[in-house]
T-cell receptor
Framework: GAVVSQHPSRVICKSGTSVKIECRSL??????MFWYRQFPKKSLMLMAT?????????EQGVEKDKFLINHASLTLSTLTVTSAHPEDSSFYIC????????????FGPGTRLTVL | AQSVSQHNHHVILSEAASLELGCNYS??????LFWYVQYPGQHLQLLLK??????LVKGIKGFEAEFIKSKFSFNLRKPSVQWSDTAEYFC???????????????FGAGTRLAVHP
């Protein structure tokens, strides 16, 4: 149980285009999903917390207009990188928990974004 | 603000050697503690977790960790490593939501372990 998937696993796009990454909880309803960014040889940095049916909460320094998050259902959250630039190239990982007070998060396999 | 420190950035061991990876956190309230592993090319997997109870926690693949509250530490150990343990290990902490904490997972910088045959 507690499986989280991400799609696509890899994406290459041109500078200036937008890219959408999906995060799905496959066997549970995720009231909260989290989006992380992992730079090469670095740790995971939380970008935003996404609550179903409400606006995402962004961490300091993360541009909400650039990284659009939508959590329209209990099993799906999307991250859209708008007007992508090469410096947005990174590994994006989502996680989910099945209830607001749950201690554990279940991680997706990640999406590697390369912006040319 | 909460922070998590992993003191060893790179560790190189021979097979059968013992492993201990340090993790310290800064937060005075009730916390939950995690160790995750990321094998090359794979996603994060939970090794073990501590919420409450026995401070010595046993996880998968022979790993264990000990929570020492007075030292704000949660070190990961394995008595005898294998080549297949080569991976990156992340310590993570969150404030216990049941104690009113904000359930945001803070990761340490990670420790890259290389085990040589």
């Amino acid at each position: 149980g507690a499986v989280v998937s991400q799609h696509p696993s890899r994406v290459i796009c041109k500078s200036g285009t937008s890219v959408k990454i999906e995060c799905r909880s496959l066997d549970f309803q995720a009231t909260t999903m989290f989006w992380y960014r992992q730079f090469p040889k670095k740790s995971l940095m939380l970008m935003a917390t996404s609550n179903e049916g409400s606006k995402a909460t962004y961490e300091q320094g993360v541009e909400k207009d650039k990284f659009l998050i939508n959590h329209a259902s209990l099993t799906l959250s999307t991250l859209t990188v708008t007007s992508a630039h090469p410096e947005d190239s990174s590994f994006y990982i989502c996680s989910a928990r099945d209830r607001p007070t749950a201690n554990e998060q279940f991680f997706g396999p990640g999406t590697r974004l390369t912006v040319l | 603000a909460q922070s998590v420190s992993q003191h060893n950035h790179h560790v190189i061991l021979s097979e059968a050697a013992s492993l201990e990876l340090g993790c310290n956190y800064s937060y005075g309230g009730t916390v939950n503690l995690f160790w995750y592993v990321q094998y090359p090319g794979q996603h994060l997997q939970l090794l073990l977790k501590y919420f409450s109870g026995d401070p010595l926690v046993k996880g998968i693949k022979g790993f264990e960790a000990e929570f020492i509250k007075s030292k704000f530490s949660f070190n990961l150990r394995k008595p005898s490593v294998q080549w297949s343990d080569t991976a990156e290990y992340f310590c993570a902490v969150n404030e216990d939501p049941l104690s009113g904490g904000y359930n945001k997972l803070i990761f340490g910088a990670g420790t890259r372990l290389a085990v040589h045959p």
